[in-house]
């Protein structure tokens, strides 16, 4: 008798734990993220479920505001985001200390809605006459580019004219989006949250006097359940496979850039 019902207790404890175990497993990965890296991610994640079969929910916002949320007890398994950020919530223990990779680098640049004249904006001059000829121009509020681009339009010297058609972006969604939409005319904005967003034409990179790169960086929750699937999802992002979609998506991965001059437009 003893060994039926040691046979029973294990089919049991099998019926119990392994479905659980198969659900955890087909769980989505949950993925926050800067919507600097949109564009790419959203050809990056079908690529990445085709080789993997994993299923990955993806929330984009700003990296400031991501921060804030998960300071106020979002969980997740991967966050992608601004270096400084993912810094941040390591010290704070909200990420684990060993899991940064640097992912992608971009750089700023201008975009404006599709059909609309293709302005050169290879020069000082040349962006200066850009910015005066929009009607309206939006940029966002609390992005890590916003001080880069308003010291910008005060070294243009044309602060006084242009800021009463700014809009800096705070709603959901990238600033580009607006533009995307029509109710923008142009968007300064990193290479990245541009070149990918239907309905808006890449002008191409600022000048080199008014540049900075972005650098986005991956970081694994210390409450992910899954942190090897969440390093797997780095590794593809970061494979041959996932460097291409990068480049396509207006940036470069990081471990080429390095300390390198700003690339060339982007097409």
Do not use: W
Not at 56 to 77: H, M, N, T
Not at 174 to 189: E, F, S
């Amino acid at each position: 008798m003893k060994k039926p019902v040691c046979c029973l207790l294990i089919v049991f404890v099998a019926s119990v734990l392994l479905p659980k175990r198969f659900a955890a497993q087909q769980a989505d990965l949950r993925v926050v993220a800067t919507f600097g890296v949109q564009g790419a991610m959203e050809k990056i994640l079908p690529e990445y479920k085709r080789a993997s079969g994993q299923n990955v929910s993806i929330e984009y916002e700003e990296s400031a505001v991501i921060e804030q949320q998960i300071a106020s007890g979002k969980v997740f398994d991967l966050a992608i985001l601004v270096p400084q950020v993912i810094d941040g919530l390591i010290k704070s223990g909200q990420i684990k200390a060993g899991t940064r990779t640097d992912i992608a680098k971009t750089f700023l640049g201008i975009g404006v809605r599709s059909g609309a004249p293709k302005r050169d904006i290879r020069t000082a001059e040349a962006v200066k006459e850009t910015l005066l000829s929009a009607r309206s121009i939006t940029f966002s509020k609390v992005g890590s580019a916003t001080p880069v681009i308003e010291k910008m339009i005060e070294r243009l010297g044309i602060a006084s004219v242009i800021n009463p058609r700014i809009v800096r972006a705070d709603q959901a969604g990238r600033p580009a989006d607006a533009v995307g939409a029509g109710k923008i005319d142009l968007v300064i904005a990193p290479a990245g949250a541009i070149v990918s967003v239907p309905g808006v034409d890449f002008l191409g990179l600022l000048p080199p006097q008014f540049q900075s790169s972005v650098v986005l960086s991956a970081g694994i929750g210390t409450r992910s359940t899954r942190p090897d699937r969440a390093r797997a999802l780095v590794e593809f992002i970061i494979s041959s496979k996932g460097a291409a979609i990068l480049r396509a998506s207006g940036m470069e991965p990081a471990v080429t850039t390095g300390g390198g001059s700003p690339p060339g437009k982007v097409h």
